[in-house]
């Protein structure tokens, strides 16, 4: 079969940053939920802790995004992925330290990551996670990150919370064009700027 190539940041980033309000709302909020949550201080694995978490996410994710025309909700097996125009998948997790999502690693999570394998009769598709990290105290969320993974290694990352400046790389600056000189007159410079070049 073809070899999927890592996705692509630059392709990722402006599919995602449509409707990345949502997204960090819906994390935010759930974590928010938690911490008010009669759970919060009981429950002593921090499996249930981000169980419940994440299950809110789904929820609030699902309402806010259930009317948007490009995203597709994939209910799978004890997961739930959303593609989005039909160009990026992405599921939700807890991420570790590390950045990296810790699963179990079943054959579907492995698949997930190995992007030789099509996933869902979707071969065109780019499948990231969106983590969320915990400060070190675990009383607030830290950031918010899209993570492409090459099978177990980060290939990149970036947070969704700065998101907004960086849509995209920025160009490689082209050749100055070179301006007639008329225009050069006209500019209020100062008195160097508009010395004539023969002197």
């Known amino acids: 079969g073809l070899t999927m190539p890592i996705p692509s940041e630059v392709s990722v980033r402006p599919i995602l940053n449509e409707i990345r309000e949502p997204i960090i709302s819906a994390i935010r909020s759930a974590w928010d939920d938690w911490l008010s949550s009669d759970f919060n201080g009981v429950w002593r694995c921090k499996r249930s802790r981000a169980n419940f ?20 909700v994939i209910d799978g097996h004890e997961t739930m992925k959303f593609l989005v125009h039909d160009k990026v998948l992405f599921r939700f997790k807890k991420a570790d330290e590390t950045g990296r999502s810790s699963n179990v690693a079943t054959q579907l999570a492995l698949a997930f990551h190995d992007h030789d394998q099509d ?3 979707l071969p065109e598709v780019q499948r990231v996670e969106i983590v969320y990290k915990l400060n070190q ?19 990149w990352e970036y947070s969704l919370l700065d998101a ?31 010395k004539k070049s023969t002197d």
Not at 53 to 72: F, M
Not at 137 to 155: F, G, H, K, M, Y
């Open 137 to 155: 105290l675990e009383t607030q969320i830290a950031d918010i990150c899209v993570v492409a993974r090459d099978s177990n290694r980060v290939a």
């Open 119 to 121: 996933l869902f009769n």
């Open 53 to 72: 978490v994440w299950e809110q996410i789904i929820e609030r994710v699902n309402s806010d995004l259930l009317g948007h025309d490009a995203v597709h």
């Open 164 to 194: 907004g400046e960086a849509t995209m790389p920025l160009p490689l600056p082209d050749p100055k064009p070179v301006r007639p000189a008329a225009s050069i007159v006209k500019l209020k410079g100062r008195a160097s700027d508009r």
